[in-house]
């Protein structure tokens, strides 16, 4: 902040200013959301972490990247888009596009993988068995690296980063392709690589398994074994995959084809409010998968109501010890006011500490015992005798 690179055209929004406000408050609830969300599945994945099946490391590892993104892309764009213009100069322009071309592929390269997974599960079920959770780490550490590769290509000027055409944020630069041979082999394979391919696994992957469960159902139903129960688990599975597999490509197919529209087309041509909300839909991606699994899934939604019971009686159990403890301190400051010393009529004070002895036997301890006193009243006069003479 602060360079001159903050003053640079391309960091001026080239928007209207309702539509950069629309943009930054829907990016601040994004932003809630996806944080609430994304951290509420990962802390019930940590409870149930040893009864966790391998098609879940997917999931886990799918609010990873959406928590990533929400973290490194919404606290820049939300001031950005606020302000009208670009906030943060060159460098985190660069790091801004690295984060989100990296967390973006991810996300689509994990799902892709999660597909496959469940394609294995449910058709192949002889090798399916054999998937571990040591086989799932490995492809999730493959998921990475296949995105780092992309996410990392323009640092190397195998493409380019620049500002969005409207202005508050930054991604591939989508002109580049028009004039340079390696930004248009860059685009080029980021669209056969990232985005066909992919969706053309997920969408065969799914369709094969239709099939298989509609094929066997009858077989299914009428086989009763213990594997009916995981099964039906693997089946759940599926069905959650595929809700998440929607909503994100959903949520990232009109930014792909605005994309794909500037790269290869005339790139002035595209208004850069399509851009915007084409960028306004990819980011809601983030919510999706915590929204579907912890709304729809048995066993998470049970360890989530657990969880927040237990937080809610913490929070009871608290708040009724600190009155209890509230209780007992204005009580023992009252007895300390009132009750800690006597003072007899004559003046002296009487102890009631280590010395209560030695008012029993005066002598030797060589203290008076004083005396108590009363008054008597008589029709016109009162006087002040001992307790030992009355």
């Known amino acids: 902040m602060?360079?001159?690179?903050?003053?640079?055209?391309?960091?001026?929004?080239?928007?209207?200013?309702?539509?950069?406000?629309?943009?930054?408050?829907?990016?601040?609830?994004?932003?809630?959301?996806?944080?609430?969300?994304?951290c509420m599945l990962l802390l019930v994945a940590y409870h149930k972490r040893s009864t966790l099946k391998p098609a879940e490391f997917f999931i886990i590892n799918l609010s990873i990247s959406d928590l990533g993104m929400t973290l490194s892309l919404f606290p820049l764009a939300i001031p950005s888009a606020f302000s009208h213009r670009w906030l943060f100069g060159e460098i985190v322009c660069q790091l801004y596009a690295v984060c989100g071309v990296l967390f973006g592929l991810c996300s689509l390269t994990n799902l892709t993988a999660l597909s496959l997974v469940c394609c294995l599960k449910v058709c192949f079920t002889s090798h399916g068995n054999r998937f571990s959770s040591s086989h799932a780490c490995l492809l999730v550490v493959g998921v990475w690296c296949y995105a780092s590769v992309f996410a990392l290509g323009p640092l190397a000027q195998w493409g380019h980063y620049s500002a969005e055409p409207y202005g508050t944020a930054c991604c591939i630069d989508w002109q580049a392709p028009n004039h340079e041979l390696s930004a248009l082999s860059y685009i080029v394979c980021l669209f056969l690589f990232c985005y066909a391919l992919p969706c053309t696994i997920i969408f065969f992957s799914y369709t094969f398994i239709l099939l298989t469960v509609r094929g066997s159902r009858q077989a299914v139903q009428k086989h009763v074994s213990l594997q009916t129960k995981t099964t039906k688990a693997h089946a759940l599975i599926?069905?959650?995959?595929?809700?998440?597999?929607?909503?994100?490509?959903?949520?990232?197919?009109?930014?792909?084809?605005?994309?794909?529209?500037?790269?290869?087309s005339d790139a002035t041509q595209v208004p850069p409010a399509a851009f915007a909300l084409a960028a306004m839909f990819a980011k809601s991606s983030t919510?999706?998968?915590?929204?579907?699994?912890?709304?729809?899934?048995?066993?998470?939604?049970?360890?989530?109501?657990?969880?927040?019971?237990?937080?809610?009686?913490?929070?009871?159990r608290g708040s009724s010890q600190s009155h209890q403890r509230e209780h007992f301190r204005k009580s023992l400051n009252q007895n300390n006011d009132t009750g800690v010393s006597t003072h007899y009529s004559n003046g002296q004070q009487g102890s009631y500490g280590a010395c209560r002895h030695c008012i029993e036997d005066a002598a030797s301890c060589n203290?008076?015992?004083?005396?108590?006193?009363?008054?008597?009243?008589?029709?016109?006069?009162?006087?002040?005798?001992?307790?030992?003479?009355?």
């Open 2 to 38: 602060g360079n001159a690179s903050d003053t640079s055209p391309a960091f001026i929004s080239t928007i209207s200013k309702e539509l950069d406000f629309l943009m930054g408050l829907l990016y601040s609830i994004f932003c809630v959301l996806s944080l609430m969300g994304n």
């Open 238 to 264: 599926v069905k959650l995959s595929v809700a998440v597999c929607i909503g994100f490509l959903g949520a990232w197919t009109p930014y792909a084809a605005v994309a794909m529209w500037a790269a290869f």
């Open 367 to 390: 203290i008076s015992t004083p005396q108590r006193t009363v008054c008597v009243f008589s029709e016109s006069t009162n006087s002040e005798i001992t307790v030992s003479q009355l």
């Open 287 to 316: 919510i999706y998968n915590p929204m579907v699994y912890l709304l729809c899934k048995p066993n998470f939604r049970e360890c989530l109501c657990k969880d927040t019971s237990m937080l809610r009686q913490m929070i009871h």
